[in-house]
Nanobody
């Protein structure tokens, strides 16, 4: 199973980015998917999750109202639209395949991980 994230970069405060994750080696249409992030020197933290059908989503309080997770099961992809970016959003962002079909808000609930993509927000 391989997950490849893309779309990261360096932006200014208030800008937007759209991260994408493409999964190969298995279909994800029965798995919840998630995005987690890890700032330099800190632990990996939950950002957003989406259920297998896309019918349920869940966000960390710090990104609620600014980030939107979505998925395209036909393309085996999951996306994270990030708006109104702030310096505290700077981190490596990872997508992951959940063990269950529901939303999962802890890192231990994910079985497969991508390599991550760097997001840097400058003030």
């Amino acid at each position: 199973v391989q997950l490849v994230e893309s779309g990261g970069g360096q932006v200014q405060v208030g800008d937007s980015l759209r991260l994408s994750c493409t999964v190969s080696g298995r279909t994800i249409n029965m798995n919840g998917m998630g995005w987690l992030r890890q700032p330099l020197g800190k632990e990996r933290a939950f950002v957003a999750a989406i259920s297998y059908s896309g019918g349920s989503t869940y966000y960390a309080n710090s990104v609620k109202g600014r980030f939107t997770i979505s998925r395209d099961n036909a393309k085996n992809q999951v996306h994270l639209q990030m708006d109104s970016l702030q310096p505290e959003d700077t981190a490596v962002y990872f997508c992951a395949v959940g063990r269950l079909h529901t939303v999962v808000a802890v890192a231990s609930g994910y079985d497969y991980w991508g390599q991550g993509t760097q997001v840097t927000v400058s003030s």
